[in-house]
T-cell receptor
Framework: EAQVTQNPRYLITVTGKKLTVTCSQNMNHEYMSWYRQDPGLGLRQIYYSMNVEVTDKGDVPEGYKVSRKEKRNFPLILESPSPNQTSLYFC?????????????FGPGTRLTVT | QKEVEQNSGPLSVPEGAIASLNCTYSDRGSQSFFWYRQYSGKSPELIMSIYSNGDKEDGRFTAQLNKASQYVSLLIRDSQPSDSATYLCAVLIGNMRFGAGTRLTVKP
């Protein structure tokens, strides 16, 4: 089944404890992206990747890191999480990073930082 | 002005009616426009993409794009209770930018 998977789905952690949220897609998509969704602010892009070893900042990259060593995986790293990073996170992928960027979303990861 | 704006709703329509969802965007050079549906507690699901002026139809859904007016809309014909969800407009403005969403309720 073609899909984007994320792990974990739910995570409660404490300020400053490094964490990684994994994202994997099995559709051989070139483009992958991370978003956070907050009430009243909608979906905001954190980072994106056009292909392996190519990553770039979205609109809200502060406090996050990403890597794209393999085409299928695009982990999101929070080196020192803070309470303002409490949010719902979505990974998405698209066959192409061009203008026809039709994205398919993972199930989401709900992160709480206390 | 926000880069992508949607009427905040909520929008309520009776079953069988046409639901009309609207979105305006700030960048006149935008080329790509998308509508996503998001059920409560779920991830966004792509339902329509449109790239050129005019209408694009897919089943009960019609997307309408007017680049001169910087306006994109989604019409849902014969609305069903299962269409009750939040609808997100997305526009490729450098990065992908999303509106805050319009919550639609279809009442039986």
């Amino acid at each position: 089944e073609a899909q984007v998977t994320q792990n974990p789905r739910y995570l409660i952690t404490v300020t400053g404890k490094k964490l990684t949220v994994t994202c994997s897609q099995n559709m051989n998509h070139e483009y992958m992206s991370w978003y956070r969704q907050d009430p009243g602010l909608g979906l905001r892009q954190i980072y994106y990747s056009m292909n392996v070893e190519v990553t770039d900042k979205g609109d809200v990259p502060e406090g996050y890191k990403v890597s794209r060593k393999e085409k299928r995986n695009f982990p999101l790293i929070l080196e020192s999480p803070s309470p303002n990073q409490t949010s719902l996170y979505f990974c998405a992928s698209s066959p192409t990073g061009g203008w026809s960027r039709e994205q398919y979303f993972g199930p989401g990861t709900r992160l709480t930082v206390t | 002005q926000k880069e992508v704006e949607q009427n905040s709703g909520p929008l309520s329509v009776p079953e069988g009616a046409i639901a009309s969802l609207n979105c305006t965007y700030s960048d006149r050079g935008s080329q790509s426009f998308f509508w996503y549906r998001q059920y409560s507690g779920k991830s966004p699901e792509l339902i329509m993409s449109i790239y050129s002026n005019g209408d694009k139809e897919d089943g009960r859904f019609t997307a309408q794009l007017n680049k001169a007016s910087q306006y994109v809309s989604l019409l849902i014909r014969d609305s069903q209770p299962s269409d009750s969800a939040t609808y997100l407009c997305a526009v490729l403005i450098g990065n992908m930018r999303f509106g805050a969403g319009t919550r639609l309720t279809v009442k039986p």
